[in-house]
């Protein structure tokens, strides 16, 4: 079983840049797909990036080009990176993993999640 870590959520302004981190530990984590998804209260989590197993990030269009995901198989962690953050960026960021879904990028295409990290960005 994989058990995820968030860390790096912060109070930031607008314009400004933060990373958030992800840290797995269990079996096999490098042959999972992890996604960051986020969720603003009242709203449905959302998906905002995902890394293959074999290092393909992939976005949705809302926030390509602004955020970045990476991954250390080495250190059982991932990472999302994010510029020009918006107010509207604002939320509790989850990362989470499978090991089925390889495009995953559905909440329930994953089987394991962390407890989030709050981002609030101010205008």
């Known amino acids: 079983q994989v058990q995820l870590v968030e860390s790096g959520g912060r109070l930031v302004q607008a314009g400004e840049a933060l990373s958030l981190a992800c840290a797995a530990s269990?079996?096999?984590?490098?042959?999972?797909?992890v996604g960051w998804f986020r969720q603003a209260p009242g709203k449905e989590r959302e998906h905002v990036a995902g890394i293959t197993w074999n290092n393909l990030p992939y976005y949705p269009d809302s926030v390509k080009g602004r955020f970045t995901v990476s991954r250390d198989n080495a250190k059982n962690a991932v990472y999302l990176s994010m510029n020009t953050l918006k107010p509207e960026d604002t939320a509790d960021y989850y990362c989470?993993?499978?090991?089925?879904?390889?495009?995953?990028?559905?909440?329930?295409?994953?089987?394991?999640w962390g407890q989030g990290t709050q981002v609030t960005v101010s205008s």
């Open positions: 269990g079996p096999a984590f490098s042959s999972y797909t």
């Open positions: 989470a993993a499978t090991n089925i879904k390889y495009f995953g990028s559905s909440p329930n295409d994953f089987d394991y």
